[in-house]
């Protein structure tokens, strides 16, 4: 449970405006909220690893490169794709033309290396000419798991740390979930990049993966760079599965709607005001267990910490990994001032 997800209202007269803080929808939304971007070309520290213990784990630890596979004692990871060999077990950052000054990743266990795909590396032709000469081919290479046995564990979760940096096209970069020992990947989770261009993103992902791998045996995971045209490098350490909580809510992101737009900011006159509001919670079931009476309360609280709206609305069920979006339709009389609207969830196992 994540109480107190703060959405603002700001009543200002003689206008309204609406201010909001995590409300966008994120494409899986817990991966976005798990990203750590920094704007100054430092990485921050990962966030704190969940509670569970580890299952299978993989820190790269006396990790060879060998050919067409990284070999390493937990197993063989093996290259794939046009540009499977530019993966690599490292144990320096970036070193292509454009890469001078890029930091060390903060992983937990960086110093017995890690996976780099370095694009910007396989990329540059001549370094010393000014400035440097480098290609913008589309480079795709992806690095396979050893097979993972997880037919003993329903409620599991995914979890690793990276940093990446991309220019001058988007790349797109995934982590693919096989259950089938790597004949399909049909569950593929968006690895985050920093949206301003030139600059590294990095963190820890934390994704509850029990709906599709959970009880499999022949789990294989693939991380995936597709440059599209775009240079620079992918970094991957400390991959851990471990088990999930039985209870344990999510509060992904709110929104705070006038007239059901779901504006996260506006701003309009007290003429135009309606006290017709939309609230809504984008909640995920990160246990191991099916959530029983999923609810969304919320609280409105003057500037006084006054409550001027309480209501709730629920679900019946939620199923392990899923996420779920309740919206609550309230009439709350509007007048000039500040609001704070506060969101929890809870469940009946987690309250």
């Known amino acids: ?29 817990v991966l976005e909220e798990r990203l750590r971007v920094n704007d100054s070309r430092s990485i921050p520290t990962p966030v704190v690893r969940s509670a569970g213990g580890a299952i299978w784990s993989e820190d790269f630890q006396n990790g060879v490169n060998s ?16 540009d499977g060999l530019v993966w690599k077990h490292n144990f320096f950052p970036s070193s292509g033309c454009y890469s001078a000054g890029t930091p060390m990743p903060s992983f937990t266990t960086f110093a017995n290396g890690f996976l ?19 290609s913008q081919d589309d480079l795709t290479g992806y690095i396979v798991s050893p097979t993972i046995d997880l037919s003993a564990n329903n409620a599991i979760l995914l979890e690793f740390e990276y940093q990446n940096r991309w220019c001058c096209t988007e790349a797109v970069l995934t982590v693919d979930i096989s259950t089938d020992n790597g004949v399909t990947f ?9 949206p301003t261009v030139n600059e590294e993103a990095g963190g820890l992902i934390s994704q509850n993966i029990s709906n599709f791998a959970g ?42 709607s006038h007239n059901q737009t779901i504006e996260e900011y506006a701003r309009f006159s ?35 910490n006054s409550p001027v709206y309480v209501g709730s609305t629920s679900q019946a069920i939620l199923l392990a990994g ?3 979006f309740l919206t609550l339709d309230a009439t709350v009389n509007l007048q000039p001032g500040i609001y704070t609207a506060n969101f929890t969830v809870t469940s009946d196992g987690e309250q």
């Open 67 to 82: 050919g067409s596979n990284v070999i390493t004692s937990v197993g063989t990871w093996n290259k794939t794709g046009a």
């Open 270 to 304: 007290m003429e135009q005001a309606q006290n017709s509001i939309q609230f809504g919670a984008s909640i995920e079931n990160f246990g191991s267990s099916i959530a029983s009476n999923v609810t969304m309360l919320m609280a409105v609280l003057d500037v006084n």
């Open 215 to 256: 009880g499999q045996s022949q789990v294989k995971l693939r991380f995936s760079w597709n440059g599209v045209g775009s240079h620079y490098y992918l970094a991957i350490d400390d991959i851990a599965i471990v088990q999930a909580a039985t209870d344990d809510l999510k509060l992904q992101w709110d929104l705070v």
């Open 1 to 29: 449970m994540m109480k107190n997800l703060l959405s603002l209202i700001i009543v200002a007269s003689p206008f309204v405006a609406f201010a909001q803080n995590g409300s966008t929808e994120p494409t899986i939304p």
């Open 116 to 134: 780099l795909f370095d694009a910007d590396s396989a990329n540059c032709i001549d370094p010393n000419t000014t400035p440097p000469t480098i």
């Open 186 to 194: 049909p569950n593929s989770l968006p690895i985050p990049v920093n």
């Open 322 to 324: 899923d996420t779920t």
